[in-house]
C-alpha cells in the first residue's frame, strides 16, 4: 500500500511545477546553510520513497499489521479438527485388558484482526512542502534584504552628491539591520523545518536536508468534483472504513462463537487399532471404532455472551464515527483546495503589484519627487507579499495532499 501511495502523491508531479507561471518563488538550496556541514538534497519523490521505508511509526504499523493477519490465519484455522496420531506399546500380566476411549470435543470460534496500516506518508509530503516553503521565505527574507541594501547604497551615493538627507542614510542603515534580523529567523526556522523533516524521515538531526527544487510554485489543483463524488470515494478508498467494516464483521463472528461455546453441539470420534496377546507372533488384532455427539452448557460463558454483545456495539459506533469523520474530512480538504484556487491568484496580483510600486518608488526617490519613506513602504508591502505568496502556495500543496489523503485514492486533474 505504501508504494501505491507514494506513487498518488507525486502524481501531480514535482513542487516546482507552476500554476499560473507567474507566482513562482525561487529557493536556491545552495545558500541556505553555511558550507561544512553534512548536507543532503531530497526530492519529494526520495523524501516519500524513505518515509515507505524509515519512518518507524510506518514499519511499526506494517508489524501490527503482519500480526493481524497471522492472528487471522490462525483463526480460519480453527474450523479444522484437531488430529491426533501416537502409538502405545503396553506389557499385561493376566487375561483381561479393558480400554475406555476418551472423549475430546471440537469447539469452533472465529475472530478476524484487522490493522490500519498509518499513512505515514501525508506527513512526510507536508513536510516537504513545509521545507520547500521555509527555503523560500529564507530566500525571500534574502531578497528583501538585498533590497535594503542596495536602497541604502543609493541613499549614500545621493548624500555625496548633495541631493539626499543624512538622516536618510541612517534609517536606511537601520532597515538594512532590520532585514538581516529577519533573514536570521527566516534561516532558524528552515533549520526547525530540516530537522522536523529528518526526524520523520529517521534521518540524523543533525544532517540539513536541502529540497532539490530550485523554485516553488503552485501545485496543479485537482478539477471540481462535485462533494458528493468524492465522499463516495473517501468512504470506500480509505482503509479505515474497510477495517471499521472488518472489525463489526469480526465482532459478529466473535459473537456467534461464543453463543456455541456456552451451548452448542460437540463431537467425538476415536479409532483405535491394537493387538492383544502374550507373543507378538500369536497376537491377535483389535479395532475399536467410537463416536459421541453430545450437547454442551456452560453458565459462566454467558457473561462473555454479554461482552461481546456490548463488544459489537461498540464496533458498530465506532463505524459510525470513522464514517462520519471521513465525510467531514472530505468536505474540509475539498473547500481547502477551492480556497487556494483563488488565493493563488490574489496572491499573484498582490506580487506583481508590489514589485511594481517598488520599482516605481524607487525610480521616483531617485529623481527626487518621492520620498524615503515612500521606498521603505513600498519594501515592507513586496516582503509581505512575497511572504504571503510562499504561504498560500505552501497551503495549496498541503490542501492537494490531504484531499488525495481524504479520498484515499487519485483525483482527477483539472
Not at 475399536?288 to 458498530?316: C, K, M, N, T
Not at 519627487?369 to 509581505?384: F, K
Amino acid at each position: 500500500m505504501l508504494p501505491g501511495l507514494a506513487a498518488l502523491l507525486v502524481s501531480s508531479g514535482s513542487l516546482g511545477a507552476a500554476e499560473p507561471p507567474t507566482l513562482r518563488i525561487a529557493v536556491r538550496p545552495a545558500e541556505l546553510v553555511a558550507p561544512g556541514g553534512e548536507m543532503r538534497t531530497l526530492d519529494l519523490q526520495t523524501v516519500l520513497d524513505l518515509a515507505a521505508r524509515e519512518n518507524l511509526d510506518s514499519r511499526f504499523s506494517v508489524a501490527v499489521a503482519e500480526a493481524a493477519e497471522g492472528e487471522r490465519e490462525a483463526s480460519d484455522a480453527r474450523w479444522w479438527p484437531t488430529f491426533t496420531v501416537s502409538a502405545l506399546a503396553r506389557h499385561t500380566d493376566g487375561t483381561v485388558q479393558g480400554t475406555v476411549g476418551d472423549i475430546e470435543t471440537t469447539v469452533f470460534s472465529t475472530a478476524l484482526a484487522s490493522a490500519i496500516l498509518r499513512w505515514e506518508l501525508n506527513p512526510a509530503a507536508t513536510q516537504y512542502a513545509q521545507l520547500l516553503g521555509a527555503a523560500g521565505l529564507a530566500t525571500v527574507a534574502r531578497q528583501t534584504r538585498d533590497d535594503a541594501a542596495e536602497f541604502l547604497r543609493l541613499t549614500r551615493l545621493l548624500e555625496e552628491k548633495g541631493l539626499g538627507l543624512g538622516v536618510d542614510v541612517q534609517r536606511a542603515r537601520a532597515e538594512l539591520a532590520r532585514r538581516q534580523q529577519v533573514l536570521a529567523e527566516t534561516q532558524e526556522a528552515f533549520r526547525l523545518a530540516s530537522i522536523r523533516l529528518a526526524e520523520t524521515l529517521n534521518i540524523d538531526p543533525g544532517t540539513v536536508i536541502l529540497p532539490a527544487d530550485e523554485a516553488i510554485g503552485p501545485p496543479e489543483l485537482p478539477g471540481a468534483e462535485n462533494l458528493e463524488e468524492l465522499t463516495s470515494k473517501g468512504l470506500s478508498g480509505r482503509p479505515e472504513s474497510r477495517s471499521t467494516a472488518q472489525d463489526v464483521a469480526a465482532a459478529e463472528s466473535r459473537l456467534a462463537a461464543l453463543r456455541w461455546d456456552a451451548h452448542g453441539p460437540g463431537v467425538s470420534v476415536e479409532l483405535q487399532q491394537g493387538w492383544l496377546g502374550k507373543e507378538f507372533p500369536e497376537a491377535r488384532g483389535r479395532s475399536v471404532y467410537s463416536a459421541q455427539v453430545g450437547w454442551s452448557f456452560a453458565p459462566y460463558q454467558i457473561g462473555e455472551v454479554h461482552a461481546a454483545h456490548a463488544r459489537l456495539d461498540a464496533a458498530r459506533l465506532s463505524q459510525q464515527g470513522t464514517l462520519q469523520r471521513i465525510r467531514a474530512e472530505v468536505a474540509a480538504s475539498r473547500e481547502a483546495v477551492q480556497l487556494s484556487r483563488q488565493r493563488l491568484v490574489l496572491a499573484a496580483e498582490a506580487l506583481d503589484a508590489a514589485e511594481n510600486a517598488l520599482r516605481i518608488s524607487r525610480l521616483r526617490f531617485e529623481q527626487g519627487i518621492g520620498n524615503m519613506l515612500e521606498v521603505l513602504q513600498a519594501q515592507d508591502v513586496l516582503a509581505a507579499a512575497r511572504a504571503e505568496a510562499v504561504s498560500v502556495i505552501v497551503d495549496a500543496h498541503r490542501a492537494v495532499f490531504e484531499l488525495r489523503h481524504a479520498v484515499g485514492g487519485p483525483i482527477g486533474a483539472p
